[in-house]
């Protein structure tokens, strides 16, 4: 009958998280048949992921900080608006505070060295998402 359409993705991120990916592992292929010792391309995968996280980090901190500027700014805009506007304004807002815990809690599981990538990849899709939602809400 009817099927219902999947959320639209924000492309950009997902371009830059699938490019991040397709360089580690082409860095990682590189580095497994270079002709080294276990040791030395041990310590040069440990540094290469750490730069990746650092990278991943930065992403998060950035999205956190846009979402707590955009959530004050919806918070005061909501006062103005009534019906479904409203409504609409603070079903994004309520989107974008969970999107907001998540992003921390994958900043602060990327601290304890205990966040999955998979975790990490889904928690900075859904903080870009909010602050998409919530900008394209600010505009109107």
Do not use: C, W
Not at 30 to 57: C, M
Request: charge should be positive; charged fraction near 35%.
């Amino acid at each position: 009958m009817f099927r219902k359409e999947p959320p639209k993705q924000n492309v950009a991120g997902k371009v830059a998280i699938g490019a991040a990916i397709t360089a580690v592992a082409g860095y990682l292929a590189g580095v497994l048949t270079a002709p080294k010792s276990g040791k030395e391309t041990r310590e040069e995968l440990k540094v290469k992921a750490g730069e990746t996280y650092g990278a991943a980090e930065k992403e998060l901190k950035q999205l956190h900080t846009e979402l707590n500027a955009s959530l004050s700014e919806a918070a005061s805009k909501i006062k103005d608006l009534s019906g479904k506007a409203s409504k609409a304004l603070d079903e994004a807002v309520s989107k974008g505070k969970v999107a907001k815990e998540k992003a921390r809690e994958a900043l602060t599981g990327l601290h304890e060295g205990e966040v999955e990538d998979k975790d990490l990849r889904k928690a900075i899709a859904e903080a870009t998402r909010a602050v998409e939602n919530l900008r394209n809400y600010l505009k109107k």
